[in-house]
């Protein structure tokens, strides 16, 4: 678990991409964008409301990957609150780009951010899509008054987005939109994925 004495630690580890397990990048005089290794259904800040975004789908039902976890680890109460959240469309509560949010319920994190990126293969927006689905997500945590934000890597598992090319749409959407958010994390699963953000992050926040 991530407390807060683990966060004062992880502010004096180097942020050079050299192999340390955290990275923090300022991105302003009041935010940072964090990049670490990890679970996302294990991951919060203590003491604070906090949310992790769910790389779901337009159904917003669970499923596999990311989502599956989530949904298991928080318990049976997450679906419920997902079914109330209301259809834009027969079968769909999150359409592509967007975001909803429901409470963590058995999270350690406070709050869970749906959102539904863009499936790759063949789409031609797939690019804006993504990027919608990390500034929605930003905009629904800010109308929440939430100022901790932890995502995956949206799109780059069963939806199949390339890893460099969703990197460069993800930390240049964050930069551009993380202002009034105090940190922002990736938490990523998988160590291939980790350094693909560590670099880009070092190309486009230098
Ligand atoms: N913590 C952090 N990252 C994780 C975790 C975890 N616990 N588990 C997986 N990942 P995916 P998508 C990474 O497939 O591509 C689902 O069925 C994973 O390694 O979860 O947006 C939904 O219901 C990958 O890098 O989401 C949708 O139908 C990243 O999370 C569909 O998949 C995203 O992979 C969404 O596909």
Same mark, same amino acid.
């Given at each position: 678990?991530?407390?807060?004495?683990?966060?004062? &630690?992880?502010?004096?580890?180097?942020?050079? /991409?050299?192999?340390?397990?955290?990275?923090? @990048?300022? #991105?302003? $005089? !009041?935010?940072?964008?964090?990049?670490?290794?990890?679970?996302?259904?294990?991951?919060?800040?203590?003491?604070?409301?906090?949310?992790?975004?769910?790389?779901?789908?337009?159904?917003?039902?669970?499923?596999?990957?990311?989502?599956?976890?989530?949904?298991?680890?928080?318990?049976?109460?997450?679906?419920?609150?997902?079914?109330?959240?209301?259809?834009? &469309?027969?079968?769909?509560?999150?359409?592509? /780009?967007?975001?909803?949010?429901?409470?963590? @319920?058995? #999270?350690? $994190? !406070?709050?869970?951010?749906?959102?539904?990126?863009?499936?790759?293969?063949?789409?031609?927006?797939?690019?804006?899509?993504?990027?919608?689905?990390?500034?929605?997500?930003?905009?629904?945590?800010?109308?929440?008054?939430?100022?901790?934000?932890?995502?995956?890597?949206?799109?780059?598992?069963?939806?199949?987005?390339?890893?460099?090319?969703?990197?460069?749409?993800?930390?240049?959407?964050?930069?551009?939109?993380?202002?009034?958010?105090?940190?922002?994390?990736?938490?990523?699963?998988?160590?291939?994925?980790?350094?693909?953000?560590?670099?880009?992050?070092?190309?486009?926040?230098?």
């Amino acid at each position: 678990h991530l407390t807060r004495t683990h966060r004062f &630690r992880k502010l004096s580890m180097d942020t050079d /991409g050299a192999g340390a397990g955290v990275a923090r @990048f300022p #991105l302003s $005089a !009041s935010t940072s964008l964090v990049i670490q290794r990890g679970d996302l259904t294990k991951w919060f800040i203590d003491g604070t409301t906090d949310a992790i975004v769910n790389p779901a789908n337009e159904r917003m039902l669970g499923g596999g990957g990311a989502d599956g976890a989530i949904h298991r680890a928080a318990g049976p109460d997450l679906l419920k609150a997902c079914y109330s959240v209301p259809e834009v &469309r027969p079968g769909v509560r999150c359409p592509t /780009g967007e975001a909803r949010i429901t409470p963590g @319920f058995k #999270l350690p $994190a !406070s709050h869970v951010i749906f959102t539904a990126g863009p499936i790759y293969s063949g789409n031609p927006t797939a690019a804006d899509s993504l990027r919608n689905a990390y500034k929605n997500s930003l905009r629904v945590a800010k109308e929440n008054n939430i100022q901790y934000v932890a995502f995956p890597a949206i799109s780059c598992g069963v939806y199949g987005y390339p890893y460099e090319e969703a990197a460069t749409v993800a930390i240049s959407t964050i930069k551009e939109f993380a202002n009034d958010i105090k940190e922002v994390h990736f938490v990523m699963f998988l160590e291939e994925i980790y350094f693909v953000w560590l670099n880009k992050a070092n190309e486009l926040l230098k």
